[in-house]
């Protein structure tokens, strides 16, 4: 199993999340952040915040915002494999491996889906992430939802992912939670998820999770490989529904006309981590 974070890691977070933001509201005012200003914004010293920055992000902080800087959706759409020979290779079944990250998840059943969660225990607690503070759930058998509360807000964020489950029990206890959350946001160790949703639904999400970390497709092609090509404005619906964010990767769905299209936990977050996983793809190679 992955440990818990250290307090330094959740520190680190912190800092990364505060620095992402940084970034992204002088991106919105058409400004570029010298090292000198984004390490003095965040009470650190140059050196060290370029090595913290360049360690989580993959990049270094000029090089994160170049990327910010370039029309990132249609060049990332413009490089992406087609879903299908993706989604092939992944296998889509209910084991798959994207690095170093095991991912494991079971659909519930029609008859458990529509009790809504009668009967279940949901622990949830709170996190941190380098895209914000995020909400997560889980049952026994894995985490059944993940929400940011960046542009939301924490209350609302519960709420949104507590009334998926109407009928079930929920206790406060991050604990069972958190090395599933720790292996979703490190991207290595095990993390075990609960899928609770209609099947064309589930076949979505199926999809998604066959999406590489950097790499992106449309709403169209999903709907092309789950066998519903007419179903455009159906699957974006149930894009929009992913109950566990980030893990299953709805923020890799875009527009066919290469805009950035909705996103359930705010278009800020979700351009952030196409950002964050495009240079460390390209880092990578």
Not at 48 to 56: D, E, I, K
Request: net charge positive; aromatic share 8%; charged share 20%.
């Amino acid at each position: 199993m992955t440990q818990a974070p250290s307090l330094d890691a959740r520190y680190h977070y912190r800092l990364i999340a505060r620095a992402l933001q940084e970034i992204d509201a002088a991106e919105s005012a058409g400004e570029m952040l010298s090292l000198q200003v984004l390490a003095e914004r965040l009470a650190m010293s140059p050196a060290h915040f370029q090595r913290l920055f360049s360690a989580w992000v993959g990049v270094s902080p000029k090089r994160y915002q170049q990327y910010l800087r370039l029309d990132l959706a249609r060049d990332l759409l413009a490089a992406r494999q087609p879903l299908d020979v993706v989604a092939d290779r992944a296998g889509l079944s209910g084991t798959g491996r994207l690095h170093d990250l095991i991912l494991r998840w079971e659909a519930m059943t029609p008859g458990e889906f529509a009790r809504a969660g009668a009967d279940v225990t949901i622990h949830w607690g709170r996190f941190d992430s380098a895209f914000g503070p995020l909400i997560a759930m889980g049952t026994s058998q894995g985490l059944c939802g993940m929400g940011f509360c960046a542009e939301m807000g924490e209350s609302d964020a519960f709420e949104d992912l507590a009334k998926r489950w109407p009928a079930a029990h929920f206790v406060h206890d991050p604990k069972p939670l958190t090395a599933w959350v720790t292996a979703a946001l490190s991207g290595r160790g095990e993390a075990r998820m609960t899928l609770i949703g209609a099947p064309f639904q589930i076949k979505v999400w199926e999809a998604l999770l066959a999406i590489p970390s950097g790499h992106v497709t449309t709403y169209s092609d999903i709907a092309t490989v789950i066998g519903h090509p007419k179903a455009t404005r159906a699957v974006g619906t149930a894009v929009g529904r992913n109950p566990i964010s980030y893990l299953i990767p709805c923020h890799r769905a875009l527009r066919k006309s290469g805009g950035l299209g909705g996103y359930h936990w705010g278009l800020g977050v979700k351009r952030a981590m196409l950002g964050w996983e495009a240079a460390r793809a390209d880092a990578a190679q």
